[in-house]
């Protein structure tokens, strides 16, 4: 059993993990053995964070703050609020744009190995394991 503090990781860079335009604190990795990522990100205010995950699916759920995702390929922005949830189930392009600072629960398919950042393109690595 895994048992673990999100206030615990916050001295360990693997697993938690800094932009300028957000926070991502990473509960469970691909180390874990769980066959999914788990992390808790907030996103600033103001921020605008381009992303295409295409080695990666993501389910993103709110809890905290109000803004818009925009997906690029249905050209369609849909207000994001506590209680929503919007999944990349097609590698989606996107664009994250928080009036408020934002958190959300989020879950990656295949899990990320730890530190991972945002690429040009805004996607993280594809992990090697």
Not at 14 to 40: C, P, Q, T, Y
Not at 88 to 115: K, Q, S, Y
Request: aromatic share 8%; proline share 5%.
């Amino acid at each position: 059993m895994i048992v673990r503090k999100i206030t615990e990781i916050s001295n360990h860079p693997e697993r938690d993990v800094h932009s300028s335009m957000w926070n991502s604190k990473r509960l469970l990795l691909a180390r874990d053995g769980m066959g999914f990522s788990l992390h808790v990100t907030v996103v600033y205010a103001g921020s605008e964070v381009k992303m295409h995950y295409k080695n990666h699916l993501e389910a993103v759920y709110c809890i905290e703050g109000r803004g818009t995702v925009e997906d690029l390929g249905e050209n369609k922005t849909h207000l994001i609020t506590p209680g929503t949830v919007y999944a990349l189930n097609l590698n989606d392009r996107h664009i994250l744009r928080p009036e408020t600072d934002m958190r959300f629960v989020c879950v990656f398919n295949p899990p990320v190995a730890g530190d991972e950042t945002h690429d040009a393109d805004g996607a993280y690595p594809a992990f090697p394991g």
